[in-house]
C-alpha cells in the first residue's frame, strides 16, 4: 500500500461525485459532457441561451433599481446617463451572479448532468483549494495588479455616503459577479465546446480558445493591451479549471482581481463609470502587461504542481480519488491511500 500526501495549497479531499452515475466516471472536467454524438447544435443553443440570461440578468434588474435611482434625482448608465451609482453598481454584480444557476439549469436541461457538476469533478465547491490557492496565489497576484493603478487618472469627486455604499456592494457583490462569469464561461460554455470533438486533447484547445475568444469579445474591447490583457487571463483560467477539475482557483483570481479592483479604484476616486465601461483604443497601457504575465507564471506554477498526476478527473471504478496522486508535499491526516 502506498500514501501519498496531497499538496499544501491543493485540495486535500475528494469523494465520489455526489451527483452520482450522471456524472461520466474518470472523466477531465472539459470532456463530462461529451457523448456518443458531437451534439453541436445543442451546443450552440446553450451558449446562445448563456448569452441570453447575460443581456435579460442585467437589462432586468439594473432597470429596476434605476427607478430608485431616478427616484433620487440620478440617472445611470441603463438609462443613458452617466451617473454610476452604488445601486447600479450593486444591480450589475447581483445580475451576472446569476449567471451561476443559469448555467447549471441550462446545463441540466440540455445535457442531463446536474448542475453541481459545473463546480467541479467532485461535484463540490472545493472551498479548502480556494482557501489555500487565496493564500499561495494571492498576495503576488494582487501587487501584480496594483501595478496598473500606477497610472494618472481623474479623479472623480464620490461623497463620502457613496464611498461607502459602493465598497459595502463591492466586498458584498462582486465576487459573485465574478464566479458567475467563470461558471458561464470556463464551465459552461469550455464544458460544451470541449464536447464536440472525439479525442480530448481536440476538446481542450477548442475548449480553451473558443472560451477564451468569447470572453475577450463580451468586454468588447478594441485596445490591444486590454485585449491582450483579457485573452491571455481566459486562457490561463481555463487551463488552470482543467487541471484542477473545478472552477474555485479561476473564482478566486477572477473575484480578487475584480474585488481589488474596484476598492483600489475608490481608494483613488476614480470613475467608475468611466473605468469599467471605456476600453476603447488608447485606454491600456503597458502597465497591464504586469498582471498579463503573472497570470501565464500562476498558470505554469499549477501545471507544474499537477504534473505527477495530470488533470484532475472524475472519480471512478478502480481509480483512486482524484486528489489522491497529486505530488508528495507535507505529512499531515490528509493522506489518501490506495
Known sequence: MTTIKNPSWLPPTSDEPRDGPSVPATVEYHRVLAGDKRRIGRGIFAIFLLAVGLVIFPTAIGRAAALIDVQMGKTPPILGGTDYTPLSHASSMIALGLLIPWSMVIQRWLYGVP????????????????????????????????????????EFPWSHFDLIALFVATVLFTPLQSAGEEYGVRGLIFRVVGSWTRNRRAGLVAGVLVSSLLFTAVHGATDPYIIVWYFTLATGLAVITWRTGGLEIAVMLHAALNTFTFLLALVLHVDLGTATQDRSAGTGTPYLLVPTLTVVVITAVVWWRTRRSGPVRTAGPDQPSPLSNFPISAPGPDAVSR
Do not use: E, K, Y
Open 115 to 154: 448542475g453541481a457538476s459545473l463546480h467541479s469533478v467532485t461535484s463540490r465547491f472545493r472551498f479548502d483549494l480556494l482557501g489555500r490557492s487565496l493564500l499561495f496565489l494571492g498576495p503576488a497576484w494582487l501587487v501584480a495588479n496594483a501595478v496598473p493603478a500606477l497610472t494618472p487618472g481623474d
